[in-house]
Each structure stands twice: as C-alpha cells, then as structure tokens.
C-alpha cells in the first residue's frame, strides 16, 4: 500500500484499480497511454478531472504487458502489483511437475486463486481503512469477485464507485451492482465514445 496521505482530497480526483488480465489497456500505434487516461476521463462525470496518483494500481501477470507497456503505463503514475504463475500439483505420490505430460502442463496464466483480484481487493479497502482514497474510486475489471469490496465501499457513502467493463457474451453490458456509473470499457478508451451505460448509487 502507498504511504499515508498529508492532504485532502478533492472532489475532481478518481484513484483507479485495473485488473489487467480481465480488463488491459487497448494501446493502437497511433495513440499511448496518456491518451487513453484522457478518454477515460472524458467519460467520467464532468467534476472529475484529474488522476490520484498514487492511488493508480494495475494487477495481473507481468505477462499480459511487453516492458515498453509496463514503462508506459508506469510513467502515468500507476504501480503494479504482480501476481505470480504456479504450476500444477500432479495428484499422484512423488511426482514432480516437471515429469507431468505436456497434456497437464500449467496454463500461462494459471494460478491457485485469482491472485490479482485478491491483491487488488487488499489494496483498494487497506487504503480506504487508511483514509488514502479519492471519493471517486474507477474499478477496471468484468469480475464478480470485486463485488463486495465496492459494496462495502459504497456502503460507507464516502465513495462514488465507477466501473469499466466488457460487455457479456450477449452483448449487453449489466449495471454493477455498488456503482453510481457503469462503463463499456471497450468505448471508455477511445476518444469521443460515450462509454457510460448507467447511472445510480451516487454517494456524494
């Protein structure tokens, strides 16, 4: 977790959580990340104008980004939390791994739990227990295993909880549960989309 915070927050600030396996940056050649963040704001409500850094976390396997990504998105005031790979254990008596047939070989990112919505989890309510939080707070993720940590924060009605996420296999995009705007994540990136599909919960 970030250290303690030596000021107040305004209302024109929004910490962002991106659960980068679920939900990652869409970067074309033509446009960076910095780009993206601005679209992104663009499509939150008019108050909201800046980022709170560092209140900017990203986590997932290192993987779902190249280095030039990692360095880039970094250079806009995120940190990442990375969650690390595992491999398989074989359910016979002293195998090894390493002895496993390739048809039981650890899929790239597979992992025990889903560790980077855990370490998300952890930091987003470890820092609102700190009072480190914005009251806007954007979740980056299509996950149901986010659902009762923004409920507990909505619950607060200290927060405004915004999340962006992929739309479902039907192609309609259903309204999360705690937050006062819903987003398509997909159109929040881009510029001059509207991505907000609903609005309710509003806190503050």
């Known amino acids: 977790m970030a ?7 305004g209302n024109d600030e929004v910490a962002v959580f991106q659960d980068c396996e679920n939900c990652p940056f869409s970067v074309p050649r033509n446009r960076t990340v910095a780009d993206i963040l601005a679209n992104i ?4 409500p008019a108050n909201i104008q800046r980022l709170c850094a560092p209140m900017l976390v990203y986590s997932g396997n290192k993987y779902v980004y190249t280095k030039a990504e990692h ?11 990375e969650a690390s790979l595992r491999r398989r254990e074989c359910a016979g008596e002293d195998c090894r791994n390493i002895d496993q047939p390739g048809e039981v070989e650890p899929d790239f990112y597979e992992r025990s739990f889903n ?5 998300l989890i952890e930091e987003m309510l470890g820092e609102a227990l700190l009072g480190n939080l914005p009251p806007n707070v954007l979740l980056i993720s299509t996950d149901r295993d986010f659902q009762l940590a923004t409920q507990s924060l ?14 479902s296999t039907d192609g309609s995009l259903p309204a999360a549960p705690s937050a ?6 997909a159109k929040m990136q881009k510029p001059g989309a509207p991505g907000q599909m ?5 806190n503050i």
Not at 156 to 167: D, E, G, L, M, W
Not at 198 to 202: D, G, H, L, P
């Open 154 to 167: 909505h619950a607060t009605k200290s927060y405004n909880i915004f999340v962006a996420r992929k739309r």
């Open 180 to 185: 006062y705007g819903t987003y398509d994540w």
């Open 41 to 44: 704001l663009s499509n939150l």
């Open 198 to 202: 609903v609005q309710r919960n509003k």
């Open 3 to 9: 250290q303690a915070q030596a000021r107040r927050f």
């Open 115 to 119: 560790v980077a919505d855990s370490l």
């Open 71 to 81: 360095d880039s998105i970094k250079e806009q005031g995120f940190r990442f939390l």
